[in-house]
């Protein structure tokens, strides 16, 4: 007859053994992103070359270890379009979206939580410069802003009935804000007031990016696009090349790119002219990712997911 004493080493071993599988990483319990037409991607963000975010519809959250090779489904815990991604490193993130959502995590992904913003209204774009410091914008002229990571969100709006659909700060002071009617807003004192220069079309625009303080991009409806090359003094009217809506902008300060409907993409080199490439689909694309040498994703409906390394290598602007 067995004594008690002798089930004892087993209860041990099975104790830790299941300690073991709740203390997995996040990417060891992550399920693998199988394509679905019902995606719909708005945005992507890296913290490093290989970690790489993709937000969207119903509160889609991908993540990739492996530079974009393999993508896999995380949490995020609600249903609400996510519009915007940014990530201060490999495991402090953020994403905005509907219902004036913005959703932080801790450990890369693995936990998404909440933040209390006060609004309601859906924040389009957010970005965060650092784990402390950070910007979002939204519908009717909402502009929020942190300094603590988003523990606390100051509600600066800038005053007026209008979306703000693109944002780009270039450090902690100065940043450009673009939206409806053309309009652009831009701060130097890290949002606490705006001062708007003169545009040169009156359609929305979508986007906004700037490689650095004096050159910026934006674009909109139409395949309008502008640019600044003295710090968004003034801004002077660019051909894209194409009268698709162009949605997401980025420049490198090597080459720049812009993304639109019908998966419209035009390019183009430092001192060269837009012109168009083939990006081989009709689905719009949305959210744009341009590393500094020229690597990056682009993403849009139906679960495209784009490298545009691939594309530019086989059209690049002249």
């Not at 979206?97 to 936990?111: F, K, P, R, V, Y």
Request: glycine residues 14%; positive net charge; charged residues 20%.
């Amino acid at each position: 007859m067995r004594r008690k004493g002798q089930f004892i080493p087993w209860a041990i071993l099975f104790f830790w053994y299941v300690l073991a599988m709740v203390s997995l990483p996040a990417q060891a319990m992550e399920t693998p992103w199988k394509y679905d037409y019902f995606d719909n991607f708005y945005d992507v963000a890296s913290a490093t070359p290989k970690f790489l975010w993709i937000v969207g519809n119903n509160g889609r959250i991908l993540r990739s270890s492996d530079g974009g090779k393999n993508w896999f489904l995380q949490t995020s815990g609600i249903k609400e379009n996510l519009f915007s991604v940014s990530f201060a490193d490999a495991r402090r993130g953020w994403c905005s979206g509907g219902n004036g959502t913005i959703l932080h995590t801790e450990d890369g992904g693995a936990t998404w939580v909440l933040q209390a913003t006060g609004t309601k209204y859906p924040i389009f774009k957010i970005q965060f410069l650092s784990e402390k410091v950070g910007f979002a914008c939204g519908y009717y002229g909402l502009f929020l802003r942190t300094a603590d990571g988003g523990k606390t969100w100051e509600n600066k709006s800038v005053g007026e009935d209008l979306a703000l659909r693109g944002m780009s700060f270039v450090n902690e002071k100065t940043g450009f804000l673009v939206g409806e009617f053309g309009t652009i807003f831009k701060t130097v004192d890290g949002g606490s007031s705006f001062s708007r220069p003169v545009s040169p079309v009156t359609t929305t625009l979508f986007a906004v990016d700037f490689s650095n303080s004096n050159s910026g991009y934006a674009a909109g409806i139409d395949g309008s696009l502008i640019a600044t090359s003295d710090g968004g003094r003034t801004w002077r009217k660019e051909d894209s090349g194409t009268r698709d809506h162009l949605i997401g902008i980025r420049s490198n300060g090597h080459v720049a790119v812009a993304i639109g409907l019908r998966g419209a993409l035009t390019a183009r080199n430092s001192g060269g002219r837009w012109a168009m490439i083939d990006t081989k689909t009709l689905n719009w694309l949305s959210g744009i990712l341009l590393e500094g040498d020229g690597k990056g994703f682009a993403v849009g409906a139906h679960g495209t997911i784009l490298r545009l390394e691939d594309i530019l290598d086989k059209g690049r602007a002249k």
